[in-house]
């Protein structure tokens, strides 16, 4: 054995004599079992002589456990790196049956805040101090885009803000992300022009980003109307003698105003009534002014002035 056996062993009557051997194991008191063995061989002729040497073994454990580290891995950001999700070191060991490895992580930043190197040293240590270590390398990373979602097609009058907002008219996008909690949000407007200056249509394209730069895009479409008349007012009625001036310049000028368009345009048509006066319906009779306001997408207003012509005028 590799403790040594009692050789030569011999007697000046007997051959082929064997020692044979008791342990007194009491001093295996360290660690893993380690201590003195003393070890008492004693050699018998069978006719009750003896004799009696004692052997001296210690008892060491210079071996260090084996450990053996998880696969290194890559993980998305969301996932949590603890060892459950990344792998767990196992170990032996020659003496210690129940070794148990630890680990302690160095983490590296990497190029934006959801992506790092996680350097994972696992160690193991047997009771008696012998301990040895492997290195796992984990790398997080994030390359999912978030969810972003727009806000619905709209129509909107020309007057109506276009500014997004959450009680504006156009809505406005919202987003999340597998790790950011708050990626930014930023949209663009693309006009295209109408059949009239007021109307048009906005694809806005609306981006979120989180803060490792995956983005994603939606389009919102705004339909932008003219439909609303403007609004007209008409001069007073008016009554005059046969030889005043009847245009606008004496009998008043109707104004209008518009949501969209500032300078809406004023027409005006006329339709003369003959006022049964006996012999003086020539100079005796009834103007219809209507008067129309039209702005620059078509929609019009009317509105009606009564001139009253007569002739009360003695000669």
Request: hydrophobic share 30%.
């Amino acid at each position: 054995s590799i403790t040594g056996d009692v050789t030569d062993e011999s007697d000046d009557c007997q051959d082929n004599l064997e020692a044979t051997y008791s342990d007194d194991d009491s001093g295996l008191t360290g660690c893993n079992g380690t201590g003195t063995i003393i070890r008492t061989w004693t050699l018998d002729d069978g006719c009750g002589n003896s004799t009696a040497q004692t052997q001296t073994i210690i008892v060491i454990d210079i071996t260090a456990p084996v450990i053996t580290c998880p696969k290194d891995t890559v993980i998305n950001c969301e996932v949590n790196p603890i060892p459950a999700n990344t792998g767990m070191a196992t170990a032996t060991d020659n003496c210690d049956q129940t070794v148990t490895p630890t680990h302690t992580d160095v983490v590296l930043p990497g190029n934006c805040p959801d992506r790092r190197t996680i350097t994972r040293t696992w160690t193991v240590a047997d009771d008696c101090g012998n301990s040895t270590l492997c290195v796992q390398v984990i790398i997080v990373q994030d390359t999912t885009k978030p969810v972003i979602v727009c806000p619905m097609d709209v129509t909107v009058e020309c007057d109506e803000t276009l500014d997004p907002g959450l009680n504006n008219p156009t809505g406005i996008a919202t987003a999340t992300d597998n790790c950011d909690a708050s990626p930014a949000i930023s949209h663009l407007d693309t006009p295209i022009p109408g059949t009239c200056p007021q109307e048009r249509v906005i694809n806005r394209r609306w981006v979120a980003v989180d803060n490792c730069l995956n983005a994603r895009a939606c389009i919102q479409k705004i339909t932008v109307v003219d439909d609303t008349p403007p609004v007209i007012a008409c001069p007073p009625g008016a009554t005059v003698e046969c030889d005043d001036d009847t245009s606008p310049a004496n009998t008043g000028m109707a104004t209008a105003t518009d949501n969209c368009d500032p300078a809406p345009v004023i027409s005006r048509s006329d339709v003369s009534t003959q006022t049964n006066n006996g012999s003086c319906t020539d100079f005796n009779y009834t103007i219809t002014r209507t008067w129309t306001a039209t702005d620059a997408c078509g929609n019009s207003t009317n509105c009606v002035q009564i001139i009253t012509v007569n002739d009360t005028t003695e000669p």
